[in-house]
């Protein structure tokens, strides 16, 4: 005659067996979303250490330059992902002349009393090689919005210490029609495309 105390032993061993295998299933998605946010740190942009500058054709003769300052924004990352925001303030803008200066911001170019800002927001990433990343998002001049994509080039990411904080930074470098955002002034004798190229620098929080 078989043992009945066996039998429900088993019985017992096999649903405590069960039981386990669907609590770990049940927590597995939630230990890699937490594994994924672990991951993903925030940058905020040093705006002492981030450069933005640009470049446009003049009378076809030549090249004009300029930089805004002080750039500043964040940016999220992890090994898969980045989310950047970066924001300008259009009344830093430098051209290295103050009359030139004065009417980049005025009417004919930014009009910075009624769009003081330009801002880039991503929408999606994708992965390239050595930790850089294809990014594309919506860039705002004058409160004209189009969708860009670009290379963000990682230049490095290391702990520089306590006086520096734990960094990231990266290099881009894109070409815009500045007519599509609305900057018409000069269109023959100015150069429509105009290259800019960024370098952001942020440490961790």
Do not use: C
Request: aromatic share 8%.
């Amino acid at each position: 005659m078989r043992n009945p105390s066996r039998k429900i032993l088993f019985v017992t061993l096999a649903a405590l067996s069960l039981s386990t295998t669907l609590l770990m299933l049940r927590s597995a998605p939630i230990a890699l979303a937490s594994a994924n946010v672990a991951q993903a740190s925030v940058f905020q942009l040093d705006p002492v250490h981030s450069h933005v500058a640009f470049n446009v054709g003049h009378m076809g003769v030549g090249t004009s330059w300029g930089v805004i300052k002080d750039p500043t924004g964040s940016f999220t990352l992890s090994p898969d992902s980045i989310v950047l925001t970066i924001e300008l303030d259009i009344n830093k803008i430098d051209s290295a002349n103050a009359k030139r200066d004065e009417h980049l911001r005025g009417p004919d170019f930014f009009n910075a009393a009624q769009f003081p800002k330009a801002t880039f927001k991503s929408t999606s990433s994708k992965t390239l090689a050595e930790g850089s990343f294809e990014v594309t998002g919506d860039f705002t001049i004058r409160d004209v919005t189009k969708p860009i994509t670009l290379t963000l080039k990682k230049v490095g990411e290391k702990d520089l210490g306590e006086r520096f904080g734990y960094r990231a930074g990266f290099d881009t470098q894109f070409t815009i029609n500045r007519l599509d955002y609305g900057v018409s002034y000069m269109p023959e004798g100015l150069g429509r495309d105009v290259t800019i190229m960024v370098s952001i620098e942020g440490k961790r929080d």
